[in-house]
């Protein structure tokens, strides 16, 4: 009997009347909205302007799912295309299967699409989004939890995950596994610590930030996913999510590398994007235009204003000479 373990969901979708919501998007979505947040605050911090990001991101999302789901298709076709197998479950992207390679990659074409639009150089963009993508893929991994999948191991830990379903073939399911969502969530949450600190200690820049995030994330994947006991195609004793891991990790070791001697530091705020420019000219105009209007002496109405200090003014010192002289008359 176990002592303790991390129960699973008995579902992972609610019926509001016909239409169905499903936790595994809500934790999507979840991940977008944190990721073009921390982006944005960060983008900005760099000297950009502040709905950048989220114009980028309106092209990056939506390449990075298609490109998720392509590559989890092609690289698990056998559970689509097998003899048995339904085809068009390919396209129910809802039941889980997502390949972060494949979002990343396609991602990046989105992204640079979007960047190129808006006159921001890509690796800088990159760089304030970096934390953020690692935080999305923390509550993306929340939806496998709702689905009972890509767990890892038969254990005995008290922290382990207790799976109860009822697989495709009839067959079920039921014991205590190795929740690796759990490990890849938390150990997101570290690679994006990992990559704020590094940002703000060193000034990466010119993508590094980015690259620092890739290698990080791939040191994790790698051992977690020699714990996961899904199906996948192996090489030489090895899942091939692994060996993409150790090639990926040596690409972007290699980038962070080679990038920080050919152009130490970070990008010059006023580079990295033309709508702040434009924000900082129209804001630097229309104080100049405040100061110029305060320095004309322009007469200010309002309470405290003395109504008569104009005139008196106006008038000039001589002003008091005839009531002097209608005294003096007077006294005569």
């Known amino acids: 009997m176990e002592l303790a373990y991390i129960p699973s969901p008995s579902r992972g979708v609610i019926h509001l009347g016909p239409i169905p919501l499903r936790a595994y998007a809500f934790c999507i979505i979840i991940g977008v909205v944190v990721a073009v947040w921390l982006g944005s605050k960060r983008w900005v911090a760099r000297g ?19 490109g998720g789901r392509l590559y989890h298709v092609i690289t698990d076709h056998q559970l689509y295309f097998d003899p048995g197998q339904n085809p068009w479950n390919a396209f129910k992207i809802w039941e889980g299967g997502l390949g972060i390679w494949g979002a990343i990659a396609l991602g990046a074409v989105g992204a640079w ?6 006159g921001v150089p890509l690796p800088a963009w990159a760089d304030a989004v970096a934390p953020g993508i690692a935080l999305a893929q923390a509550c993306g991994r929340w939806g496998n939890w709702f689905n009972q999948e890509l767990y890892g191991r038969a254990t005995t830990l008290p922290w382990g995950l207790h799976i109860h379903k009822v697989n495709p073939d009839g067959s079920v399911t039921d014991g205590i596994y190795q929740p690796t969502f759990l490990y890849e969530s938390l150990w997101c949450v570290g690679v994006a610590a990992l990559v704020i600190w590094a940002d703000r200690r060193f000034r990466l820049g010119h993508g590094r930030a980015f690259a620092l995030y890739v290698a990080a994330y791939t040191v994790g994947r790698f051992w977690i996913e020699y714990l996961r006991v899904d199906e996948a195609h192996h090489f030489w004793g090895l899942r091939l999510n692994d060996w993409t891991s150790i090639v990926v ?8 590398v ?8 970070r990008e010059d705020p006023d580079s990295i994007d033309p ?20 320095q004309a002496g322009e007469p200010v109405d309002g309470p405290g204003a003395d109504p008569g200090a104009g005139a008196e003014q106006a008038a000039g010192p001589d002003a008091e000479q005839p009531q002097q002289e209608s005294k003096q008359n007077g006294a005569v």
Do not use: C, M, N
């Not at 699409?113 to 808006?118: D, F, L, P, V």
């Not at 080679?258 to 530091?265: F, S, T």
């Open 48 to 66: 950009g302007a502040k709905h950048t990001v989220g114009d980028i991101a309106v092209w990056a999302v939506p390449f990075g799912l298609v």
């Open 113 to 118: 699409i979007g960047a190129r639009r808006r």
């Open 249 to 256: 990790f040596v690409g972007a070791v290699v980038y962070f």
């Open 258 to 265: 080679v990038v920080g001697r050919l152009r130490p530091g």
């Open 275 to 294: 709508a702040a420019r434009e924000e900082r000219a129209a804001a630097a105009a229309e104080q100049a235009g405040e100061s110029t209007g305060e």
